[in-house]
């Protein structure tokens, strides 16, 4: 996971999947059932259990099973349904093809940041997006200032 991508002030963070399971202290089953509670393509979500009461719960019960028999505030409604869904997704997220290992991905830098701007390789990617105009009639593209701005002068965070 790439962090920080809107960020001006702060550079960018690669995450390692392969650390959050051990960083949140969730053996694999337990980050499956994790996954499956922030809500998946094959699993409702149950209401009021975000990330950090997903953990909480899972840390006390250690299962999705444990959580629904011991919590009568967190149901997820059809209790027979759901867990079909669970058990669904428990067995395709099982059978994933494991994150590459550790020594692989520690080659990787933990922080992206600005280098130098070749102009002309710039050019090339903006005619193929259509965007050539821009470079007509000698006009310099400005990059930092075009990313700088607010292209409809909203302010999104009004809508979280």
Known sequence: MVRNISS???PLVLIDGNV???VLGLSENEYIDFALLLGTDFTRRIKNVGPHRALKLLQTYGSIEGIID???KFQPGSRTDYLAEVDTARALFSSLVPV????????MPNEFKFGVVDQAKVNVI???CGLGKVLMGGQHWE????LAGNY????PGTYL
């Open 100 to 107: 590459p290992d550790r020594l692989a991905t520690s080659m």
């Open 8 to 10: 001006r002030s702060t």
């Open 70 to 72: 011991g919590q009568s």
């Open 143 to 146: 990059f930092e200032a075009a």
């Open 20 to 22: 959050i399971p051990e």
């Open 152 to 155: 409809f002068d909203d302010n």
């Open 126 to 128: 903006m005619e193929r």
